[in-house]
């Protein structure tokens, strides 16, 4: 299903006019790096071992019930917090996957929600936030419900939004609202962390508004070639922020920024990585589907979007899209209670199934590297264990535990 953005989404966002201005905007200038970063490429390989599955089968406990697969999080205590796409039920497993309770629920009382969004723990209490309803809802190791707060700030639609998230001892990290962009820019968002009852905060990063296709006059497609740098993600018990960042036009150099409460720079490590072109067919398969996904849009909505087909189609999927040379290196990260940052290289060629990870530990420096098995990704880890999910070949999504060890190649 095509996502498409109305206008007045970006209206505080300045169309693209050439490919080369909104590469040069997707990454402000890093801090100078050392002269040579830590090679990747020589953190040792290591294997998984499954050691439990859990929800891959027709006739399923009700816990165990996903739309979608979901998302995962630790608890330092080693308990799996499961957060499905289609229950505002949070579960609780424990260490060896046995159902331990649920967190909230459906409606619009005290720690339910009509769609479960967000969520995370600051220090050890769980919060939740709402879409629809703009709350964020607090519960105790027990599960117990604290308090629900009401999101402070404009609703996450529209020019002006900021997204709040909790962290620890009464802080949080902000991201937006958009800031202004000149000719031929995309609007920037200010990642930073500040208490989380005062408006101020110290940034920390600086994130693209947008980085999916725009059509000048009519919106925005859930279309886009390359992962945007940087890449905030939250320690599990909301104790800091990890930032990892690249150049977007020679991303062979990644700095992994570490960030405490107060919002000042308390750790950061570079590692090299080798430059991986995208070929040309990739690049051309991209702008067709971009066009195909605006022509089909159009027919859907002849009145509006079939009105405002640009003179030259594949001119303004070009101008709209960021369309690098080289793939990133990075795709997604997470954190664990331990320190160690958890990478998920970009797969490159046609194996999307390719899930290859580069674990950094909490001295900045690479441990190791391990593989996803095919069609799995990994989503939480502590210690030698780490949880991850996928799709069994009838679509039933599931939940996989492995033990990490040494390589047996």
């Known amino acids: 299903m095509n996502l ?20 040069a905007l997707f990454l402000a200038p890093l801090a100078a790096p050392p002269a040579h970063g830590q090679d990747a490429a020589n953190a040792p390989l290591r294997e998984v071992r499954e050691v439990l599955r859990l929800g891959d089968a027709v006739d399923v406990p009700d816990w165990l019930t996903f739309a979608a697969e979901p998302r995962l999080m630790l608890d330092a ?16 497993l424990d260490s060896v996957g046995e159902f331990i309770r649920y967190i909230g629920n459906r409606g619009t009382g005290p720690g339910e929600f ?54 620890a001892e009464g802080r949080q990290l902000v991201v937006g609202p958009p800031g202004e962009a000149g000719e031929g820019q995309r609007a920037r968002m200010a990642v930073a962390i500040g208490p989380r009852d005062e408006s101020r905060a110290d940034t920390v990063a ?23 740098p940087p890449v905030p993600a939250r320690s599990p018990d909301g104790s800091g922020v990890v930032v990892v960042d690249w150049d977007i036009d020679l991303p062979d150099r990644v700095a992994v920024r570490r960030y405490g409460l107060n919002g000042r720079l308390t750790a950061e490590s570079t590692l090299d990585f080798e430059l991986r072109e995208i070929p040309a067919d990739v ?3 991209y702008i067709e589907e971009g066009i195909a ?22 001119a303004a999927v070009i101008r709209g ?52 098995p095919p069609g799995v990704t990994f989503r939480a880890a502590q210690g030698d264990r780490v949880w991850g999910t996928g799709k069994t070949e009838m679509d039933i999504p599931y939940i996989v535990l492995y033990e990490v060890g040494p390589s047996r190649g």
Do not use: C
Not at 4 to 23: D, E, H, N, Y
Not at 82 to 91: A, M
Not at 330 to 342: D, P, Q
């Open 114 to 167: 009509s769609y479960l969004y967000r969520t995370g723990f600051a220090g050890d209490t769980l919060w939740a936030q709402d879409m629809f309803a703009a709350r964020t809802s607090f519960f105790d190791t027990t599960g117990a419900h604290i308090r629900t707060d009401a999101n402070t700030g404009q609703p996450e639609m529209g020019s002006g939004y900021a997204t709040k998230m909790p962290l």
């Open 283 to 285: 690049r051309e398969a």
């Open 321 to 372: 899209s960021i369309i690098p040379d080289y793939y990133p290196p990075i795709a997604t990260v997470f954190v664990t209670h331990e320190g160690r940052v958890w990478l998920r290289m970009t797969a490159s060629g046609e194996d999307d199934e390719v899930s290859d990870w580069l674990v950094v530990g909490p001295d900045g420096a690479p441990e190791f590297r391990v593989s996803a």
């Open 206 to 228: 600086s994130v693209l508004e947008s980085t999916t296709m725009e059509i000048e006059g009519v919106g925005s497609f859930a279309h886009r070639l390359v992962a945007a």
């Open 4 to 23: 498409l953005t109305p206008p007045a989404r970006f209206a505080a966002i300045a169309r693209s006019t050439r490919q080369a201005t909104v590469l």
């Open 293 to 314: 996904m605006f022509r089909r849009t159009a027919e859907a909505l002849p009145e509006t979007v079939g009105r405002q087909v640009p003179a030259n189609l594949r």
């Open 77 to 92: 205590s080693g308990r799996l917090f499961v957060v499905p796409g289609n229950d505002p039920r949070i579960r609780v």
